[in-house]
């Protein structure tokens, strides 16, 4: 293992959280704003999101126990805490006592005025605001008291620069959430908007899906070698839904 890099870094999307099933139903019913009484940090995960996340610690224990995740890291929300706990617990992690911590870089994507709000709302509430994102675009885009997709990913350069000096030659597990996993992958392979957004626009990143990396010295810029996105092969072994409702405001039209 080269300096300054993990050997393996699986980057997880939580399971599904009861925001992302209140989504789901005010987009089916076309309201403005989620039914939700939680502040985002406390949005907990739904029954099959607890799901999600037990199946796939299952699936990380059915990896040789020198191939499985020595270091977990999350976000201080309490769906992606929860989400690592089951997976760790799953994966008899638990009783192994890997190193875990929880960062805050690693959190959801500030939305400020258009927290809880739809397309519609987004539409209906800041006109102004649905201009200026179709005007100069998503990954630009910053809604008053919130963040664009550059602030998470210059907020993210800092947790690579922390994995460098902390883990090299350690095997990562990273529990976010989906903006944060297409930002990673912006920035470990050296991605353009263009490019960024093109994956973005093929799906949404699903919960409980797997982005995981090996390190490979001739991988380029960053020495980090795709294996797979959106992995969701180890719910689909198990029968558990598959859910990837977005955590986004949906782009108003």
């Known amino acids: 293992m080269g300096p300054g890099w993990p050997e393996r870094l699986w980057i997880v999307r939580h399971g599904e959280s009861a925001g992302n099933v209140a989504r789901a139903l005010a987009r089916a019913a ?13 949005v907990p995960l739904s029954e099959r999101g607890q799901a999600q996340a037990l199946a796939l610690g299952r699936w990380f224990a ?3 126990a020198a191939s499985r995740p020595e270091v977990v890291l999350t976000s201080p929300y309490v769906r992606t805490q929860r989400t690592a706990q089951l997976i760790c617990q799953a994966a008899g992690l638990a009783t192994r006592a890997p190193r875990r911590g929880v960062d805050e870089r690693l959190r959801e994507r500030e939305f400020g005025v258009l927290d809880r709000l739809t397309g519609l709302g ?21 809604p008053p008291g919130g963040e664009s997709w550059c602030d998470v990913i210059l ?5 690579l620069d922390s994995m460098r000096l902390d883990y090299a030659g350690r095997r990562v ?7 944060a996993v297409l930002c990673l992958r912006y920035l470990l392979e050296s991605l353009g908007e263009a490019e960024l957004l ?8 699903a919960n409980c ?45």
């Open 122 to 142: 987004i539409r209906t509430l800041h006109p102004d605001q649905a201009e200026l994102r179709r005007r100069i675009g998503k990954f630009y885009h910053r």
């Open 62 to 64: 059915a990896l040789p």
């Open 209 to 253: 899906g797997v982005t995981e990396y090996a390190f490979d010295p001739d991988a380029g810029p960053t020495p980090a070698r795709l294996i797979r996105y959106n992995f969701v092969a180890p719910l689909e072994a198990t029968g558990v839904p598959i859910t990837a409702e977005s955590d986004e405001p949906a782009a108003p039209r």
């Open 30 to 42: 076309r309201l403005a704003r989620l039914d939700l009484a939680e502040r985002d940090v406390d």
């Open 198 to 205: 093109a994956i973005d626009a093929e799906g949404e990143v």
């Open 173 to 179: 597990l990273i529990v976010t959430h989906q903006v």
């Open 155 to 159: 907020r993210l350069r800092s947790v």
